[in-house]
């Protein structure tokens, strides 16, 4: 029997965790955008991070936006080596993101199988070869998500600030149209995407305001990155 007791306890679901599990894609069992995935993996650390109190933005002037570490080391083990890396010295976003994303796929995976999010199966290839095979969980979390992200962009309800960013993410990744089935995708649908995309959600405290700003300059970078990935 596995001993758990060494390892820390998660209290909360991060941004990072609900955005892989988000992008996951039931019919065919495959993961949306996986051609900048550990760019937009790394975007859901950084406003994890803005929404814990551990990052900001920095207006470095000639220098451009920079994002600087914040209050103390986090707990979390996905996130303490974003946090390391940008402690050191404030840093642009685009090298954040492409420093510390392509360690992250896995170890996300792992936890929303661990969680029940997600479940690996075992299947045959050609009834010959034994190969593995993700499938939706039994925990309805997923379904929960999109049909949350559906009633913002497709009925116009207000988002909480986890949804918002779940929907920039996705947006400013290029992966929302892939969602046509279950979030209708249209002219409107876009432009509400591309609302959230800069950040312009409902005013709440003042750590929201840094939320906000990340996800803007998160989307922005993530847009640029969609654009070289698919040249």
């Known amino acids: 029997m596995t001993d758990n007791s060494s390892r820390p306890q998660r209290t909360r679901t991060l941004v990072t965790e609900d955005l892989l599990l988000t992008l996951f894609q039931p019919s065919s069992g495959t993961i949306a955008g996986e051609n900048i995935l550990f760019y937009v993996l790394a975007g859901g650390v950084l406003i994890d991070l803005a929404e814990s109190g551990g990052a900001e933005i920095e207006d470095a ?32 976003v685009q090298g954040v993101l492409a420093a510390n994303g392509p360690t992250l796929r896995t170890p996300v995976l792992e936890r929303l199988i661990e969680r029940g999010d997600l479940r690996r199966v075992s ?23 999109v049909t949350a992200m559906r009633a913002v962009l497709v009925d116009g309800a207000e988002p909480t600030a986890r949804i918002a960013a779940l929907t920039a993410l996705v947006s400013a990744s290029g992966a929302l149209p892939v969602f046509d089935r279950e979030i209708p995708w249209s002219s409107a649908t876009a432009e509400r995407a591309k609302t959230l995309e800069r950040g312009d959600i409902a005013a709440g405290a003042a750590a929201a305001a840094v939320t906000r700003t990340m996800i803007a300059v998160v989307a922005n970078s993530l847009i640029a990155s969609a654009v070289v990935a698919n040249r």
């Not at 080391?73 to 080596?81: C, I, Y």
């Not at 045959?124 to 998500?145: C, I, K, N």
């Open 61 to 92: 002037g000639l220098r451009g936006t920079l994002v600087r570490a914040t209050g103390e080391r986090p707990e979390d083990e996905l996130l303490r080596p974003m946090w390391d890396y940008i402690s050191q010295k404030p840093r642009g």
């Open 123 to 145: 299947k045959r290839v050609l009834g010959l070869f034994s190969s593995s095979a993700l499938v939706d969980g039994d925990s309805g979390r997923r379904t929960e998500l």
